[in-house]
């Protein structure tokens, strides 16, 4: 307790507190002002946060990792460290760009090499099962109206050319059914029929507003041509 007190009259000593003299203190009508103006303080805080900021965004910009190579320049090869870091950088990248080079590769091949058209598919059956005529004949003649069609579409894949009316009609008959069983069918043969978006914009090409269309004229004369010819009428 005693040295606690003695430590507590040290710190309130009054030899060791400062003092100024109050007339040094300037008056209110003085013309030297020790106090700064408001704007001078938001100018120099201003000021002050400004170099701050830029010191911070040009030591970020130093600490940034360069990913690419063309952004590599000699002061990033100045260390060890730094030419490991990069030389690794650089290796995965030709890798990376080795390997989709080979897959662009393949793709061309793929291309190339493919099958595009129904005679193309038999020759090529022709030559590796060493199929006859009459086999040939048949194949010809199960592939044939709607089912070539499919099977050209088939072979060029997914294409944005037009349907015929035949194969027009059974896509939108079967989407009209049941959409989820026209998926099922669409998937097996390679996406060559038309998807349900596109069978939609069929649909929305159609006027189907209330009253007499052009759609409803033009189907009432079609029925007309294919009905019978009228002989006479009794009228009530």
């Known amino acids: 307790m005693k040295g606690c007190s003695r430590n507590m009259k040290r710190l309130f000593n009054l030899e060791h507190l400062p003092f100024f003299n109050v007339k040094d203190w300037p008056s209110s009508s003085s013309s030297k002002i020790w106090s700064a103006s408001p704007a001078t303080v938001t100018a120099s805080e201003n000021g002050y946060e400004s170099d701050v900021f830029t010191e911070s965004v040009q030591a970020k910009k130093k600490t940034k990792r360069k990913r690419y190579v063309g952004d590599l320049t000699s002061s990033d090869f100045s260390t ?3 030419r490991k870091r990069n030389f690794r950088l650089m290796k995965d990248t030709i890798l990376r760009q080795r390997k989709l080079l080979q897959n662009k590769q393949r793709l061309i091949r793929y291309f190339r090499n493919r099958i595009q058209t129904q005679k193309e598919f ?3 059956l022709t030559q ?3 199929m006859n005529a009459s086999t040939e004949s048949e194949l010809k003649a199960c592939l044939s109206g709607p089912a070539s069609q499919i099977f050209e579409r088939m072979l ?3 294409s944005t ?3 015929d009316p035949v194969l027009r009609s059974f896509a939108v008959t079967l989407a009209f059914y049941s959409p989820k069983a026209y998926t099922f069918v669409r998937n097996p043969f390679n996406k060559s029929l038309p998807d349900l978006s596109i ?3 069929w649909y929305k090409s159609v006027n189907g507003s209330p009253g007499f269309t052009q759609e409803a ?3 009432l004369k ?3 041509r294919q009905a019978d010819a009228m002989l006479c009428a009794i009228w009530f």
């Open 128 to 130: 590796k099962f060493n």
């Open 217 to 219: 004229l033009e189907t």
């Open 156 to 158: 060029k894949g997914p």
């Open 80 to 82: 060890s460290e730094k």
């Open 122 to 124: 038999l020759d090529m």
């Open 161 to 163: 050319q037009k349907c």
């Open 222 to 224: 079609i029925l007309k």
């Open 199 to 201: 069978i939609s914009k």
